[in-house]
């Protein structure tokens, strides 16, 4: 593969973690708990081919409207994943980060975000955005309202605006756009996922369930992204 076909960015919306389970014929949680090694896969996925950053949707803004149980497992899920991962993520170089707003999150969830971000801070080989109780809207509802706060301060001037100035506000900043965002679980929809930073991405389905992606099928998503041949609006 040519070095510049390989993205330099890849987001995961990491969906069928229940249908998964039921498959199983177990609770949902069970597929949210297998779902964590997919994630390891993942790392060491993009950590082998050089990938610069691999932001994982983990819980929207609007995922708080399923039953308090689930979403209380799935937080659970979340501050386990981080106890026991970080330690190697940070001998491996990678540098945690979440994305979207955390301050609602329950305090264990909040304390062991603070620890893994703490802990790989200074990290560089590879940045894994953690998107928790993310919204592409919200994330650009509050680019937007710290923009307004400083026009009204006189620190702007909202005509000489630009995209990268919003760009700089959303959450994801340091990271270049996502070249492609994969989605598991068969639906073809983007759920409100980077909705800002994709507007060029391409976009890689598959019907294959979350806890079933293997680093063969990644190969074959960065295989596929590979072939595209991205024009931005202009001619090849
Ligand atoms: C994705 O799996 C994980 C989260 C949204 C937290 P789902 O829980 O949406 O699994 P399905 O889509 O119901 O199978
Ligand atoms: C998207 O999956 C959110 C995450 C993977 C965290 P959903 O299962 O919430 O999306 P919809 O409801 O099918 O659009
Ligand atoms: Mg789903």
């Known amino acids: ?19 998964w389970a039921k498959k199983q014929g177990l609770a949902r949680g069970y597929g949210h708990r297998e779902g964590m090694k997919p994630v390891r896969r993942a790392v060491e996925f993009c950590r082998n081919k050089g990938i610069s950053c691999l932001t994982v949707f983990a819980f929207s803004t609007e995922n708080w409207k399923r039953p308090a149980s689930e979403v209380n497992i799935i937080m659970g899920i979340l501050r386990e994943y981080l106890y026991s991962e970080t330690p190697e993520l940070n001998a491996n170089g990678v540098k945690v980060r979440f994305i979207g707003d955390i301050s609602v999150l329950p305090q264990e969830c909040r304390e062991a975000i603070y620890y893994s971000e703490k802990i790989t801070e200074k990290n560089d080989s590879l940045t894994l955005n953690i998107a928790c109780n993310y919204g592409g809207r919200a994330d650009i509802l509050r680019a937007v309202k ?19 100035d919003v760009s700089a506000e959303l959450y994801t900043s340091g990271c270049p756009d996502p070249d492609m965002i994969i989605r598991t679980g068969a639906e073809k929809r983007i759920s409100n996922f980077l909705i800002w930073q994709g507007a060029y991405s391409e976009l890689y389905f598959t019907d294959k369930l ?17 072939e595209r041949q991205r024009r931005y609006g202009g001619l090849k």
Do not use: C, F
């Open 210 to 226: 979350w806890p079933d992606i293997t680093e063969d099928d990644l190969e074959e998503a960065v295989q596929w992204y590979s």
């Open 1 to 19: 593969m040519e070095e510049g076909k390989i993205p330099k960015h890849i987001a995961i919306i990491m969906d069928g973690n229940g249908r």
């Open 146 to 164: 710290t923009l307004a706060a400083k026009a009204v301060q006189g620190d702007i001037e909202p005509e000489e605006l630009t995209e990268d």
